[in-house]
């Protein structure tokens, strides 16, 4: 559990891909975590993480450009106060299946299905738009070798299993309200790591 009040927090804002800071007067971060794993057979465990956020702004004005239908740029002061801070999902949610089995002394195959779930993100400090959730599920196999002081660990994978449409990224308090950059469709991915522990 947590509950972090904040002086003077950095707020970003985005003008024609130029990225600016501005102060919040006063913040409020408000939220828990939960997480467990549970051993269910042998080699198989599930990992259950629950987050809640809810992040506020207090005391807080600021000078804002806002872009009228002409396309007009007009400078105003705006008041932000009790508002909820863009880009922070209030619930998210992970929950994940995994599974390992050892081949002798040196080799374990591993395998991951996840899932996570997310609620719509603010896009700008006035609270004019919101995301929609999104539910992405995703996998990775792979098998890990020691020999020596050396692991090679080689997996792969497929992100977004669903092949969801959804926001992964927000540029926050936009000018032009160019708040959205489109997540990956369904991709898959391999890696190669060699680890040395010394």
Known sequence: FFNMKT?????????????????????NHLGFIIRSMVDIYKNLTIDLLYRFCRFTYGSYTALSLLQDSTGTIIRTNRDFSWKYEPNVPKN????????????????????????????GLWVDDGNSDKTTSSNLVTSVLGFDLKFC??????????????????VEFINTNSVESQFYEAGAPINYFATLNLVYAF
């Open 149 to 166: 002081n050396f692991k090679l660990i080689f997996s792969g994978g497929i992100n977004n299993i669903l092949n969801e449409k959804y």
């Open 7 to 27: 002086d003077n927090e950095l707020v970003p804002y985005e003008e024609y891909g130029d990225l600016y800071y501005r102060n919040a007067d006063k913040s």
């Open 92 to 119: 998210y949610l992970n929950i994940s299946l995994l599974y390992h089995h050892p081949i002798g002394k040196k080799i374990n195959l591993f395998a991951k299905l996840s899932y996570s779930g997310m609620s």
